[in-house]
């Protein structure tokens, strides 16, 4: 249990990295919307490994497959499944992960957990899992652009310590996707591609946070008192792979600031409602204000290295595990299609739950 | 909706500031269980208005009373049912909040989505809310701690920059209760305590960081890959009033370290298993891998100051709203307790699922 | 668990019949609609004991308080707790219930899951517990009335073998009260109250059967495949205590006919769409169709009876156990707003969950 | 929405009749169960059409494959994907259903509800949406058997007025299987098969009743109020397509009793428990008591005659439509496997939530 999320617009993913496929069933979705594997594959091609050289050099081209759920070109209201092949068979590649589990990788408590694990590849802790939820997330995104005019929106705001000053209402998609690293500001997007390319160089990795938004929301989407909007965006972002940190707003940094300094003036003008800073990152009390929400996730160093590390092996005997394989020195330039998957989502949701109880007349 | 939390150990609350009282409905507690008001009310006690100089010197007794689900001092298995009156009605001190919104108040965003608000005192967004969490917390709290044990303690980390050096695994309960600001660093509490007591008298407010511990949990509680264990706390702490952000183990800051650096070893001594550093926080792949599991909540300085600020009213006319009342200079001293009642909550909600699906024989 | 009933309009009841009082949370209510108390007592009186001499003749007047969730006399959005005191307090008068298991009553059942139970007057399993059902049903009725026109009506179809034909289109409410009994057709209606009389004399109890109906639904209402209207709706009414069946439309007697038989031919007329025969009862493949949605629900005999009775003691010795004290000879009079309420709780979550995915725009 | 069943034990289908196939994800399945294609294509072969003679002669032979979940043969504790492809992909065979509403159909429900549907074999309203229920169930079913020595089984009792007295604690699985129709009484079995081929010649279709048994149940399954085990099972049933009511234990004739003949009496010997009557059908007060649990379900006729019949087409004009194509005249032989599955699904999950609250230690 545990691979559902939303409550309206509700995705259940499944999926091994070696096994059939991974996939996803998104329940909910509104009938009437034109919608093919055109609009998913983009986002999942932002996924894919092999996309580009600071990324893992695995071929895997995660063809998506729409397999229920439309019919001649719209979506139905039925259950919409999606699903990719997995094609990267290489068992053998992983034999050492059979019998000794990786530093902070998740082989030791799903063997604690469950008494049995998939270790090809991660088995359900792969990365790959994400490829349910990116496709999904793809289908909420066009749903909030065509029914609400809101658009999602990630980037690379820092890798370790080189960091992009970015206000979060000017980037734009073609800033993001205009370099390997997804980071809108060039200059920062080359140090860090620079970075990211040494610590593979040296058998590292390294991590840095994303900066989320969602523009155009309409005041009123979020229910207190436990799903606040930002209570939901924060659970969406730490189920990612690696994420350790999220924050709203001004998040940690505000807590520098006083009240008087910290709250944003309302003002109105011609009718029209918004505030003259953005602190609040555009939810107030759980609910959306009509001002930009934005929010920052931190991810960590991936946990595979090219170096031998104190570990244990199945039998519980301290042992040491040299790290072997592709893999992603950072995860980051992967993780901005992620983010804007779960952040549409966690905001298709709230739009659907939104008009049940409060539209209906 | 959005007013329950949990799946299996599941909580409902009600209640606005100014009504007949505020409350929990909290199902699926285990039978068997001693549970009076005794054991409720001390954790009530550290949430309540008046406790101390640094605090809104609002008078609140907030006497709870178990209304159902115990039966000679054992709880049955069914909804235990608690609530607290509402004792200090003086709507008068409100009233400019009922044709004004109170700037990075809810009093906005919650007229906007209902139509309707009550605006006597913060009616639904009112911090009393967090009677009813308080309450069904201590349940879990107990819970935890005679069939798992497993110990939840929070505690003040900083107060805008003055920042106390915690170590997780070793500040005590009594160092938390030493102090009015409850942080368990005796020398730091006193100079937050200072730097409290001036935003108060210069009619501000100031925000802080909590750090939160639970020790002693288990291998194996948390459901990847979305109901992980770090994602449910992250949305429990988002849940709270006034909070900005939250991080697990390393945080934010971890992402300025390599991977090698901050990967943890993983070591066995007599057949107890360990890592050697905690970066993770405890929590690997989404389980607890049964290190000290610990994360940081951001809460921003309460919106409400002693000044005068540029606002809207009812009529969406530009006006200015002058902060007047008994408030809280710095939410955190009463915030401990939600946290650890909310890391409650999920803690115990997880202990019984994973029972449902691994401990099955 | 298992006290949470619905997925948006959604009630959580709590509150055994000895102890502080029975109660209900309902979450999800739209805002802004009128609601007091006098939109609530009236179905309560309906389900009091006392009513009339076919009923317990127990002295509880259940007098219902709002305690949160409304403003100046109308609706705010935010959770609706009311409850009604307990102040029937004798248990002096079940002290054999603690020490034997009352056939076909759930005190073995209880004992054996919870390892405890409050044996006072049944305790969590008492009738008292849908009293909660009863005024969040209340409010779902006047919501349904108010916003979409539909009416929701039940009456006393059978009691034993004395059958009353009724039609689901013609009866009223005013004929339903028109007598203690409720059931619609005043002929059968004083036979049915002889019978219970003759039961009640005879220490011994009947059962009988419920028709429950729905008028004035748009088409479209219900989620396929698993939430279909017909499949909550016997959810709903096997989750009320004593019923030991459902059917909808033609139902178990449909059975008997052919396909052609039982096809409900579609007509249209001056754009109205309508069935020229209504053994669907309202509904298909899971979805109202607009015609009038009609079922029916069998009561079992109340299982308390004032004779002595075969069963075993908390020692699981076999013992005897003679009924005695007040009760009701036949559950059917007061069930009639317990069917109603129900159906409301039903239809109000899918009118709301209906909007939520094809009402959007 | 509405296409996920289940709280822990939780099955989510998805698929139309006509697309790229039906499946199935089942989340929160116990770790460590073997489990195979071949555990489940034995319930899929009693539920495919084609079977025999009276049942719709449609080519499919629906051979399924588990894509995720297991790994060597055994569970992982993780989502199991389950699907087979659609291969009798004859659209042009309902090429009239694209402008007309078969009467008693769904087709102008979902028009209405969706504005779209997909016409071609019924598309999600297909009870080949069943395929993913059963397959699910067939896991559900070993998971009982084994953890727990829980037996399902269920079988056809009546065809229109030919009824067969079956005992629910005598037949088995070899005497279900033992005739086309699956009904243990052989010579009733000739009599409704009979009168099955009389319908199919005469263009009509006919109904009936399966009875459902659970033997071997613990005491103590079921969470009151809402979620009685009686109440997941009324709701499971009337979730299959084609059902009309559902009834427990002594269920609508049992009104013909009175309390005293009802009851049923517990007897203890050598410390088990029992009742020597069970008009309960094994369950009270919403909890298993270990007798056996049996049920009884009315499937209507099968909606598609070979007759014409007056409908409206898409623009709601009035119309005939002809029926045609290769239809099951009675859907109850294939329907009892669907039965066992949806039994097993209610009560693995029981036993789960069972285990959460009640066993945890």
Same mark, same amino acid.
């Given at each position: 249990m545990g691979n559902t999320f939303g409550q309206i617009f509700r995705m259940t993913t499944w999926g091994e990295s070696h096994g059939g496929g991974v996939g996803v069933v998104l329940d909910g979705c509104p009938p009437g919307m034109e919608l093919s594997e055109a609009d998913i594959q983009p986002d999942l091609d932002r996924r894919r490994p092999g996309q580009s050289r600071i990324v893992t050099p695995r071929k895997e081209t995660d063809t998506v497959r729409i397999l229920s759920g439309t019919f001649e070109g719209r979506t139905l209201g039925t259950p919409i499944s999606m699903m990719v092949d997995n094609t990267d068979h290489r068992p053998e590649a992983y034999s050492e992960m059979a019998t000794k589990f990786r530093p902070s990788h998740a082989d030791y408590t799903y063997q604690a957990k469950?008494?049995?694990?998939?270790?090809q590849g991660g088995g359900r802790t792969s990365a790959r899992e994400t490829i349910g939820r990116v496709a999904a997330g793809a289908v909420g995104k066009k749903l909030l652009r065509e029914r609400f005019g809101v658009e999602i929106l990630a980037c690379v705001e820092s890798v370790q310590d080189i960091h992009a000053e970015i206000d979060p209402d000017e980037f734009s998609m073609a800033q993001v996707e205009?370099?390997? &690293?997804?980071?809108?500001?060039a200059g920062m997007a080359d140090r860090m591609i620079e970075r990211i390319e040494r610590a593979r160089q040296a058998g590292d990795s390294v991590g840095g946070v994303i900066l989320g938004v969602a523009r155009g929301l309409p005041v009123g989407w979020g229910c207190p008192v436990f799903d606040r909007l930002e209570a939901d965006l924060a659970k969406a972002m730490l189920s990612l792979p690696a994420t350790k940190g999220f924050e709203i707003g001004s998040g940690f940094g505000g807590t520098h600031l006083t009240g008087l300094e910290h709250n944003d003036p309302i003002r109105s003008e011609d009718g029209r409602v918004f505030t003259t800073s953005n602190h609040s990152g555009g939810i107030v009390g759980g609910i959306s204000n009509g001002e930009t929400v934005y929010f920052r996730v931190a991810f960590k160093p991936v946990?595979? &290295?090219m170096h031998s590390q104190p570990t244990i092996d199945i039998h519980l005997q301290n042992t040491e595990l040299q790290g072997r394989g592709r893999h992603d020195p950072c995860v980051l330039p992967r993780a901005v299609p992620m983010v804007e998957a779960m952040t549409a989502m966690v905001l298709a949701d709230h739009a659907m739950r939104h008009h049940a109880q409060n539209k209906l007349s």
């Open positions: 469950y008494g049995i694990r998939n270790w205009a370099n390997i &690293v997804r980071c809108p500001d946990a595979t &290295v």
